[in-house]
């Protein structure tokens, strides 16, 4: 009789417990799923580790084509946290109130600012010599290789017009193209167009013989390299150990390791206090400018 009673005991103790077992959803906005996943597979299964005492048993890479689909997805709970730079994590705040929680030193670097650059022998020599020109921006969501730089140049009192086919750029505008993320410094190289916006890591990558063709003329705003955010109703215990686990990661070697497969991450660190509410103009900018654009992104 007592033996039964003690398995049925058993049994009724451990239930709570299992019911707790989750699996951890990363989110990721991108249109190649398996890369992204590789990229990002190693930080997945080394927070699923440092958290299986809370329950955590197993984790998932969700990679969706469009931010849309990722705010859904955040809406629902189908998606716990994700990783961005500024400008997409701003939107998805903003459609989803989820939460930035810590700053990612991706390639090492904290921050980070857009830049605009030309040939040298183009004869364009300030963001002014612009204008009956034609620009590359890379994805319209891009921090530093579109936003950014739209923002600067209408701070210099430019007008912009999306080029949808090749012709004369009238001379009182600043025409522009987009293109796939890191594309447009190719673009410009190639001589597709006269200008690019990009960063400075995408220059310094160019072959040195073609690097030192080109000249920057300008320089955007810096801005938190990448912010790691979570859905607004995640489980606070769950969040709370998440912090603890990726701010202890450049401290523990394997963590450095995977960090560094996790596209060259120095280590995430606290958000400087009020960086991002001192950048809320840019939040501003896009929806306030881009307008029916942001829609579609």
Known sequence: ILLPLFLLLGVTFRHPVAAEQRTLVFGRVGDDPVRA??????????IVRKLSPIGIVSGKILVLDKMRLLARAL?????DLFHDSVVPTMVLSKWTGCIPILRQWKYGESEYSGIIV????????????????????????STSAAVLPRMLLE???????????????????????????????????TGRVDAAASIDREIERLKPGV?????????TISVPRQILSVRKDLDANIVR???????????????????????NTAKFDEIPPGSLEHLKYIEKYVFSTLGGQVDSW
Do not use: C
């Open 37 to 46: 996943i590789k990229e990002r597979q190693d930080l997945v299964d080394y």
């Open 75 to 79: 809406k629902d709970g189908n998606v």
């Open 118 to 141: 030309v040939k040298k022998n183009s004869g364009i020599n300030t963001l002014a010599d612009l204008k009956g020109k034609v620009i590359g921006f890379d994805e319209p969501h």
């Open 155 to 189: 701070q210099h009192k430019l007008k912009l017009l999306e080029i949808k086919s090749p012709g004369r750029i009238r001379p009182d505008v600043v025409g522009y193209v987009y293109g796939a993320d890191g594309t447009s410094a190719n673009r410009l190289v």
């Open 211 to 219: 690097r030192d063709t080109l000249k920057i003329i300008g320089r």
């Open 241 to 263: 150990a998440l912090k603890e686990v990726l701010l202890g990661m450049d401290k523990d070697p394997e963590g450095r390791e995977v960090l560094r497969k996790q596209q």
